[in-house]
């Protein structure tokens, strides 16, 4: 079966330090890959997609980037937060973009 | 633009009470999806609708999807304290540029 591991869980980062955010998945090959905020436990915004290594797509231009080193590998990155930064963070994965989404269980990001 | 209107925004109940919940747009999508969130946690799949005026059950929950494709509904029976959430529709648009739109959300709670 497939599963999704997105880590940390939560972290608090001063302004103006880098982040960096990992998911990975398992049990399934050459996944569209994606990075979601969500505010305050309401709406998903999407910040990035990837349909192949190297290959990403900026729904929203920001202070973040997004990169697919490997098949099964996401990761989220900033050079330097910004206290708007903070929120809940989801990587998600699906087949195709006509199909689902799975989701990983968050970060909470609290910039201070 | 928020393409998907979710409403009601907040909802709280007893248990044992009944429920709908709606999404609600302008525009005609390929096919519907409804996930349910918990605190701290992934967005997870209940339950996607394709064909115009379709109904699926899922035990105590029933979505239809309308005729014309552009909203759907979610009726919960006798409602149940594990049923509190944040229930969130998303639709997949149609044309040459597919996306998956999300609704802000209706949060439900369901007091024992």
């Known amino acids: 079966s497939q599963t999704i591991h997105q880590w940390p869980a939560t972290l608090v980062q001063p302004v103006g330090s880098p982040l960096s955010l990992e998911c990975t998945v398992e049990?399934?090959?050459?996944?569209?890959l994606y990075w979601y905020r969500q505010a305050a436990g309401r709406g998903l915004q999407l910040l990035f997609y990837?349909?192949?290594?190297?290959?990403i797509s900026s729904e929203v231009p920001q202070n973040l980037s997004a990169s697919r080193p490997q098949d099964r590998q996401f990761i989220l990155s900033s050079k330097k937060l910004l206290l708007s930064d903070s929120g809940f963070y989801l990587c998600?994965?699906?087949?195709?973009?006509?199909?689902?989404?799975?989701f990983g269980n968050g970060t909470r990001l609290t910039v201070t | 633009t928020q393409l998907l209107e979710q409403s009601p925004q907040f909802l709280s109940i007893q248990e044992g009470e009944n429920l709908t919940v709606y999404c609600n747009s302008s525009?005609?999508?390929?096919?519907l999806q409804w996930y349910r969130q918990e605190p701290g946690e992934g967005p997870v799949l209940l339950v996607t609708?394709?064909?115009?005026?379709e109904v699926k059950k899922l035990k105590r929950l029933t979505f239809q999807f309308g005729d014309a494709r552009k909203d759907s509904s979610l009726h919960i029976t006798a409602a149940q304290p594990g049923d509190t959430g944040l229930y969130l529709c998303?639709?997949?648009?149609?044309?040459?540029?597919?996306?998956?739109?999300f609704g802000k959300g209706t949060k439900l709670t369901v007091n024992p």
């Open positions: 525009s005609v999508f390929s096919s």
């Open positions: 609708v394709v064909t115009g005026g």
């Open positions: 998303a639709g997949l648009t149609q044309g040459g540029s597919e996306k998956l739109v």
């Open positions: 049990g399934t090959s050459n996944p569209n």
């Open positions: 990837s349909v192949g290594i190297g290959q």
């Open positions: 998600a994965w699906s087949s195709s973009f006509r199909t689902p989404l799975h």
